[in-house]
T-cell receptor, first 115, second 110 residues
Framework: DVKVTQSSRYLVKRTGEKVFLECVQD?????MFWYRQDPGLGLRLIYF???????EKGDIPEGYSVSREKKERFSLILESASTNQTSMYLC??????????????FGNGTRLTVT | DAKTTQPPSMDCAEGRAANLPCNHS???????VYWYRQIHSQGPQYIIH???NNETNEMASLIITEDRKSSTLILPHATLRDTAVYYC???????????FGTGTRLTIIP
């Protein structure tokens, strides 16, 4: 089974802190994604990466950056955390196939609270 | 990407078939229909996907209308563990930007 592991289940940070959310997948997937999930808004894509050192902006990249130095690891960085970044953060990965998009496999999320 | 419309909530009796509808009237020819579900405090879980034909796996069946403008996810014998939010998504190959809506909250009633 594909395993996507997010380093923390719960995180509490102060406004202005630099925050790193880490995600590791063990299935050699090319694609990795970061979403945030808020009540009433569903899942919104922040950034994704389709290869090492490659990144693409999603729908809401403002206030975030990402790093993908190794294929299995995708990090989400909040340069200066703000209270409106309090949310559930979900990492996902998928294979690149020749004919259709393979399903996403998600981690169990990191609930970040910024005070 | 084509948008989808789902009812916000549904109930189903335990042991009965749960039929979850999804409208995707603007779907284009190369867009697949995917279904995921999210059980409380977990990440979304892939269920099934299809292009034109009906599909079945160990979890569910997917019925896509002939004009592809709508689909139905069927959980044949719903259990309490099927209580979750179900997301219907359409997207096409080459566009890795998968967009989730707010889904249908399915509650299985004992």
């Amino acid at each position: 089974d594909v395993k996507v592991t997010q380093s923390s289940r719960y995180l509490v940070k102060r406004t202005g802190e630099k925050v790193f959310l880490e995600c590791v997948q063990d299935m050699d997937h090319e694609n990795m994604f970061w979403y945030r999930q808020d009540p009433g808004l569903g899942l919104r894509l922040i950034y994704f990466s389709y290869d090492v050192k490659m990144k693409e902006k999603g729908d809401i990249p403002e206030g975030y950056s990402v790093s993908r130095e190794k294929k299995e690891r995708f990090s989400l960085i909040l340069e200066s955390a703000s209270t409106n970044q309090t949310s559930m953060y979900l990492c996902a990965s998928s294979r690149q196939l020749s004919s259709y998009n393979s399903p996403l496999h998600f981690g169990n999320g990191t609930r970040l609270t910024v005070t | 990407d084509a948008k989808t419309t789902q009812p916000p909530s549904m109930d189903c009796a335990e042991g009965r078939a749960a039929n979850l509808p999804c409208n995707h009237s603007t779907i284009s020819g190369n867009e697949y229909v995917y279904w995921y579900r999210q059980i409380h405090s977990q990440g979304p879980q892939y269920i099934i996907h299809g292009l034109k034909n009906n599909e079945t796996n160990e979890m569910a069946s997917l019925i896509i209308t002939e004009d592809r403008k709508s689909s139905t996810l069927i959980l044949p014998h719903a259990t309490l563990r099927d209580t979750a939010v179900y997301y219907c998504i359409v997207y096409n190959f080459g566009n890795e930007k998968l967009t989730f809506g707010t889904g249908t909250r399915l509650t299985i009633i004992p």
